[in-house]
């Protein structure tokens, strides 16, 4: 959110825009400006220039965007991942459930009852905290498991580097 200033003009009649705020009109002007939606590097360090950024801080910044692009392809697996396996639960879920009650029906006994809650409520249980981790994560939870995804992912990447060089040099 946009912070509020009391007195949003200066001395010589400017107006005064928080950062965040330039942000995303100059991101939405340039959008606008063009027609492609795309721009070219040339493009991108002349518009730079005009605005008196130099071609080291663009340079720094295309660094850290990369970085962070990565990151958020890394995140947008991660979250799919997580729904998948939670589907997958649901549906083992299901269809374990749903056998024991057609096989109750069928068979005409609840005599196992006491031992089905022992068996499926905590699993139900489990499925619900699954269910509420995925879809309302708390930050500094969500951000720990998805780095030791993370890491774990890389380290898989490294063996897998490792493995295709040996088995290329055999």
Excluded: C
């Excluded at 928080?18 to 995303?24: C, L, R, V």
């Excluded at 340039?30 to 590097?41: D, H, K, M, N, V």
């Excluded at 991942?81 to 109750?104: E, H, S, T």
Aim: neutral net charge; hydrophobic residues 40%.
């Amino acid at each position: 959110m946009a912070e509020l200033r009391a007195d949003p003009y200066i001395n010589n009649g400017d107006f005064l825009y928080p950062a965040e705020d330039a942000q995303q009109i100059l991101s939405l002007a340039i959008a606008r400006q063009t027609e492609s939606g795309e721009l070219s590097r040339t493009q991108l360090l002349e518009i730079a220039d005009e605005l008196g950024i130099s071609a080291d801080s663009i340079a720094a910044a295309e660094r850290e965007w990369d970085v962070k692009k990565y990151e958020l392809a890394d995140q947008k697996l991660f979250d799919n991942q997580r729904k998948q396996r939670l589907q997958n639960d649901i549906a083992q879920f299901l269809i374990w459930g749903g056998g024991v009650l057609v096989f109750q029906l069928v068979t005409g006994g609840w005599v196992w009852n006491g031992l089905l809650y022992l068996v499926f409520g905590p699993w139900a249980l489990q499925i619900a905290w699954d269910a509420w981790r995925i879809y309302r994560p708390n930050n500094y939870s969500y951000r720990k498991e998805f780095e030791h995804w993370r890491r774990k992912q890389q380290m898989k990447r490294a063996v897998g580097g490792v493995v295709r060089r040996f088995l290329r040099s055999s």
